[in-house]
């Protein structure tokens, strides 16, 4: 009897029964695994990007309401001012009349 026997293939990760399937199925899985961290990188700058999106949208928002609020009163306040001198222009008018 001979002492020589026939040893399994050796896998280099310790499995004892290494094919070109299972060598596949490894660069497979690491394929994934590296497709899973650029997704989870690239969702990560997405959200940033959309976060500060966001930031500078609610400020631009925040700067024309107040742009409009100025805008509002100065309208009035000149609207206020034209009854104002009409009002002065028609007491001229009624007193030059009266002369």
């Given at each position: 009897m001979s002492n020589t026997r026939r040893s399994p293939a050796f896998d280099p990760n310790g499995s004892r029964n290494s094919t070109p399937e299972t060598g596949r199925n490894r660069?497979?899985?690491?394929q994934l695994a590296a497709a899973n961290k650029?997704?989870?990188?690239?969702?990560l700058v997405f959200?940033?990007?959309?976060?500060e999106?966001?930031?500078?949208y609610r400020e631009r928002l925040e700067q024309l309401e107040n742009d409009y609020?100025?805008?509002l009163t100065y309208v009035k306040?000149?609207?206020k001012m034209l009854k104002k001198m009409k009002e002065e222009?028609?007491?001229?008018l009624d007193l030059?009349?009266?002369r």
């Open positions: 660069d497979l899985e690491q650029a997704h989870d990188d690239t969702k959200e940033s990007r959309e976060q999106a966001e930031k500078a609020q100025s805008l306040g000149t609207e222009l028609e007491l001229e030059r009349q009266d």
